[in-house]
């Protein structure tokens, strides 16, 4: 899996019932061939990491189609996972 783009806000919570910050990344990746996410176009992760105090967290992700927007019914694995994670904490604190 290789991040070739990606964009990021923070989302804003109006009734406050949730804590901490919540920011929502749209993350481009690229697979191997010979994986079964992969597309030409390259596949989207929605990720939506959450800050609470000393914990952080991705909270959901939903992988889809770059060119058809159509969501993925699939998970990542955990070490692709954890380098989401790691990349949504480098890019948050910029």
């Known amino acids: 899996?290789?991040?070739i783009e990606?964009?990021?806000?923070?989302l804003i919570d109006p009734t406050g019932i949730l804590s901490g910050r919540?920011?929502?990344?749209?993350?481009?990746?690229?697979?191997?061939?010979?994986d079964?996410?992969?597309?030409?176009?390259?596949?989207?992760i929605r990720v939506i990491?959450?800050?609470?105090g000393d914990e952080a967290k991705i909270?959901?992700?939903n992988l889809?189609?770059?060119?058809t927007d159509e969501i993925l019914d699939f998970s990542l694995e955990d070490d692709e996972?954890?380098?989401?994670?790691?990349?949504?904490?480098?890019?948050?604190?910029e």
Do not use: N, P
Not at 49 to 52: F, V
């Open 59 to 61: 909270v959901s992700y």
């Open 22 to 34: 919540r920011f929502e990344f749209r993350v481009y990746v690229k697979f191997d061939e010979e």
């Open 64 to 67: 889809f189609d770059r060119a």
């Open 81 to 93: 996972e954890a380098i989401l994670s790691a990349f949504c904490e480098e890019h948050v604190e």
């Open 36 to 44: 079964e996410l992969y597309t030409e176009q390259g596949t989207g």
């Open 1 to 3: 899996m290789e991040i």
């Open 49 to 52: 990491y959450a800050i609470d």
């Open 6 to 10: 990606y964009s990021m806000g923070e």
